[in-house]
């Protein structure tokens, strides 16, 4: 039987899953981040191939090229990473064709076996795309931290750190936010001043600057802890307004009428941590924000691209998903990703 | 006769003065940037010895230790910097004492005679003093391009970038900044798509990314030109109306009444390119923010902070510099500078 690999490579994490045509799955293998952009195609390549050998489950069969390896990926891939890739697959026993998706068709056909619809993903960046009749139609957004990306982790995290900044500086708002910042950076509030500044404004600026700029996503989750200790504090509802109708808005442009798109085809699957986060802990700022953006379409929110590598790998061997597979290969894959005991 | 020397050091220029106690200037030097954190120590120190050399004309006199160098300076100068510069100032023949003055000062000093007022630089960055008595009392803004610094250069110029990025997306209006951000980038509109993308936006987002983020203050006198061309662009005019917004609300922060300051005493002296093209060439939107901001105070643009570091050297040697010094010593190092053919 033939052996299919579906591959998820993410910016910060990847996930592998090892399938037959029945659309059983046998392993399920994770490790970090397998985008060549974001990581460089040396340790892109080395977290794909873990990610591989662990779904694999430890066997190295003799080389076949009766397999089939379906990557999910944001961005371009380059000649150069896909040689090296293709050469470590082989050394696992996929000597058989490799295929690279793009990652909003991944995050698309995790949550539908439908071909008309929308993707869109606010995490690591902000973006969507109108899928039609199975492939990438239009893409909006996603032109990174510094140009664009509105509503995305780096966005919410500098906008947090910026209101922070402007509060302990007297040109902001005071904010919960600040007490929940100075904790997760370690600095105390000392009420102390030297050269005309307060003390903890000059260390918090000061540790700031000391991360790579991309790196102040990780301060996005305080937004969403701000409003469960002070459901009213206005700074940080009004961060995460802003970033849900900034992620609406890249919705609706994907369906501008200049591509014909009047009415709304199909469901909108929804990926990203900032996604995540947004539906299950401010669900009223981020369900409205996009039920409004796509006319009460159907949203429907998935953990990862997994199960759409899964699909796409299915369509390239001409099998037909119809909605008992999906049904099946997500019940699978979420089993097979149980028994391996990652989140 | 003692050796007055005075030095403006700035982020992207130097400027330096030779002056005796009457107040005659005899010399004016220009250099690159002198400011040891955004230059280096090697590279400012280069650069200051440099402007001194060319304000002293080319006389490398017998060292003396009767001679006095004040530099205005943005930040802080470390010892190795002090140490590397008074041995390169010696070797010019200025063996005295050097002293350093923060940039705020310099540049209120330019403005007025006054001990009392305020002083607001928008240029690289946005950053505002009270002063008091002579003094730095109390600073706002200056936090830098991610964290601060709305209405500064680099911030002008990102949401120029981000306008247009989201404008050929499809995520924001049309503007007049388009036509003249593809022509500064040399990107000729094609009207082609690949990837489900324009591609004049998939170019623009590759060029832009090979700067340096603070790079993109360059892009920041498209704003001003977008209103020469198109006075309504509605996109440029809400991008200097957010930045004079900005500029003031840090001008008005410095004013807090928590420092007992509910009056509006002295001069509100203005440095720094984006004022002083926001002043020329859009009066209505930055001189009614300002004067809204403190109340109808006098507002005194300057060019540069090099008058100001000639006033803090005088007062340095006890002496006492009235309305008329103050106009004498604008006066001489004008000319100087005018003699020196450096606008």
Not at 2 to 29: H, M, N, P, Q, Y
Not at 206 to 233: I, T
Not at 280 to 289: E, L, V
């Amino acid at each position: 039987m033939r052996k299919i690999l579906a591959i998820d490579a993410g910016g910060t994490s990847s996930r592998a899953v090892l399938l037959d045509e029945s659309g059983a799955c046998s392993g399920f293998g994770r490790a970090s981040g397998g985008n060549p952009t974001a990581v460089g195609v040396a340790g892109a390549v080395d977290a794909l191939a873990l990610a591989a050998e662990r779904a694999l489950g430890g066997q190295t069969p003799s080389p076949t090229s009766d397999s089939l390896v379906v990557i999910a990926l944001a961005g371009t891939a380059t000649p150069p990473f896909i040689t090296l890739l293709e050469s470590r697959l082989a050394g696992l026993g996929l000597a058989g064709r490799t295929v690279i998706e793009p990652d909003l068709l991944g995050t698309f056909c995790s949550g539908t076996p439908l071909v008309e619809g929308y993707a869109v993903i606010a995490g690591t960046g902000t973006i969507a795309a109108r899928i039609s009749d199975g492939q990438i139609h239009t893409v909006k957004g996603g032109s990174g931290w510094l140009l664009g990306d509105a509503g995305s982790g780096f966005w919410i995290g500098q906008q947090v750190a910026r209101a922070v900044v402007a509060s302990l500086d007297g040109l902001g708002p005071a904010t919960t936010l600040t007490q929940l910042l100075l904790e997760a950076t370690g600095i105390e509030r000392t009420g102390a001043r030297s050269r005309g500044r307060s003390e903890e404004l000059s260390r918090l600026v000061h540790e700031l600057y000391a991360l790579r700029p991309v790196e102040l996503a990780r301060f996005a989750p305080l937004a969403f802890q701000a409003l469960d200790v002070s459901p009213a504090d206005p700074v940080a509802r009004e961060i995460l307004e802003a970033a849900a109708e900034a992620i609406a808005r890249v919705l609706s442009a994907a369906r501008e009428p200049e591509f014909g798109d009047t009415s709304v085809p199909g469901v909108v699957v929804l990926g990203g941590s900032v996604l995540a986060a947004g539906l299950a802990r401010a669900p009223a700022i981020f369900t409205d924000a996009l039920q409004d953006a796509l006319g009460g379409a159907e949203l429907v929110p998935v953990e990862d691209g997994i199960v759409g590598a899964a699909v796409l790998a299915f369509r390239h061997l001409g099998l037909e998903v119809d909605p008992a597979l999906h049904r099946r290969l997500t019940a699978e894959i979420d089993g097979a990703r149980a028994r391996a005991g990652v989140a």
